[in-house]
């Protein structure tokens, strides 16, 4: 159908639209998937010429007929060819205004908030480098502080190296991993419950590392030996 | 006025800059197609569709954070280049440079302290958000096909964004940064076969030295956030492409 209202919005008459449709039908019947191999294609397009009756020079689907050029023949697509989109009507609203003023606000609150906290709390800043004087302890960004809690446990190669590289992979295989269809909470409790205590031991290990470690990375007691952090 | 707005509009160059349709070159009334045309005749385009469904709006759903990474990436990359302008990475006796220059920038530059700070606070900021980010999309199980791919390349930003917070750490080139530099790069220098000559290259070195410096500072402001933006580009349009943003519960 979408081939004969191609063929007419070519400015074709309605002899030459039934044309189109028939060879798109015949293409439908012979390959149910809609692709074609160029062979196939060529094929169909001679066919198509030749059911217009005349000997393939077929002005009648507006390509002269010396002419090498046949991609106006687009109108040729037949129906299975077309991707074919399932969906219900989703309740929609415009971007603009509804969406755009959301990420607007949400885009001053943080803002504001940077700002504010910039203007109140300024980060430490330490005396200049100096490699031959080793503070204790000496402490990683508090985003890698779980990778250092590690290493009190583990090889170092085990904890820098094995645990995150195999956990990020791990972590972008998931939608790989999970075969689960759903994404309802009830029909996943095991993905849930996986994720949550990977985070919760990622967030403990961090708490450790940032604020139960002192000299020598040992456990300290931040209310009796004081915190040894430092953002 | 309205003469004034006419003579503005109607000429070569407005013409040249706003597409045929755009709110910008006809004027803007409060109808369905022209709020479709915001979005649509518009570089935005790229990012929104014309609609998006209702529950993308629930604060509770979505939590912007995913948008909140992408404006603290945007805020980041402003302040970073106002910094660059007072800010040399060089260190080495007696050309601490660097050090120099931050102690230039916290007490003599004019807003330099508060841009510093904006910064500084925003990368702890984003590495929250992404991780944030990450949670609320494993929660709605929004990483499951058609979306797995770009699951990866959230993770891979993920990375990138700690790898980007981590060279950042260096720069300032006080106690604190090169010896929390040192330590995360002799856990990265733990990695079988190539660990070594990874750590060495990524050091200039055997340890923390000036050369370090200079790696971190050009990883830190060309390399990584050139690949960052890549992947950026890639993750925005896999939204789009695998279907807007993911369905309600």
Not at chain 1, 5 to 20: H, I, V
Not at chain 1, 199 to 216: I, N
Not at chain 2, 59 to 70: A, N, P, R, V
Not at chain 2, 202 to 208: D, H, K, P, Q, T
């Amino acid at each position: 159908m979408a081939a004969a209202q191609a063929a007419r919005a070519e400015g074709a008459d309605a002899g030459e639209a039934a044309g189109a449709t028939q060879a798109a039908a015949v293409a439908t019947a012979e390959t149910p998937s809609g692709r074609l191999t160029p062979e196939q294609r060529a094929a169909r397009v001679q066919e198509s010429l030749k059911s217009k009756g005349g000997n393939g020079a077929a002005q009648s689907i507006g390509v002269p007929g010396t002419s090498e050029h046949t991609h106006r023949l687009l109108a040729l697509v037949p129906p299975a060819g077309i991707q074919q989109v399932h969906s219900k009507q989703a309740d929609k609203v415009y971007t603009w205004p509804h969406l755009l003023l959301v990420e607007f606000v949400s885009l001053l609150a943080v803002g504001v908030l940077l700002l504010i906290v910039s203007y109140f709390l300024d980060p430490i800043f330490r005396t200049l480098a100096n490699p031959n004087l080793t503070p204790n302890p000496s402490k990683a960004p508090w985003y890698f502080l779980g990778l250092q809690e590690l290493l009190r446990y583990f090889h170092p190669m085990v904890a820098g190296v094995t645990i995150p590289g195999v956990g990020l992979i791990i972590l972008g295989a998931a939608g790989y991993i999970d075969k689960n269809p759903s994404a309802k909470p009830d029909n996943r409790k095991f993905a849930n419950l996986a994720f949550t205590m990977f985070l919760v031991l990622w967030t403990v290990l961090v708490f450790a590392g940032s604020f139960f470690r002192g000299p020598g990375f040992n456990w300290v007691w931040p209310w009796q030996d004081g915190l040894f952090f430092e953002l | 006025m309205d003469d004034a707005k006419k003579r503005v509009q109607d000429n070569v160059i407005w013409k040249s800059i706003f597409r045929p349709g755009s709110i910008y070159r006809k004027g803007y009334r409060d109808t369905s197609r022209d709020r479709a045309l915001a979005a649509m005749n518009n570089v935005l385009y790229h990012l929104h569709p014309v609609k998006v469904k209702r529950h993308g709006l629930k604060l509770t759903y979505t939590y912007c954070l995913g948008g909140i990474s992408f404006f603290l990436f945007v805020v980041l990359t402003i302040t970073g280049i106002f910094l660059m302008f007072f800010y040399r990475p060089t260190a080495g006796a007696n050309t601490e440079l660097a050090y120099l220059d931050m102690r230039n920038i916290i007490a003599g530059v004019t807003f330099g302290n508060l841009v510093r700070n904006m910064h500084r606070w925003g990368a702890h900021l984003m590495v929250f958000t992404v991780f944030l980010h990450m949670a609320r999309v494993f929660y709605h199980g929004a990483y499951k096909p058609p979306r797995e791919f770009n699951w990866v390349v959230g993770v891979i930003l993920l990375t990138l964004t700690l790898l980007l917070s981590f060279t950042g750490y260096l720069l300032p080139w006080d106690q604190l940064a090169i010896w929390a530099v040192t330590v995360g790069t002799e856990m990265m220098g733990f990695t079988p076969v190539f660990g070594k000559q990874v750590q060495f290259v990524l050091l200039g070195g055997v340890e923390v030295g000036p050369e370090t410096l200079l790696r971190f500072y050009v990883m830190h402001v060309l390399l990584l956030p050139f690949v960052l933006v890549v992947f950026l580009a890639v993750h925005f349009w896999r939204i789009r492409k695998d279907g807007g943003i993911s369905g309600p519960l």
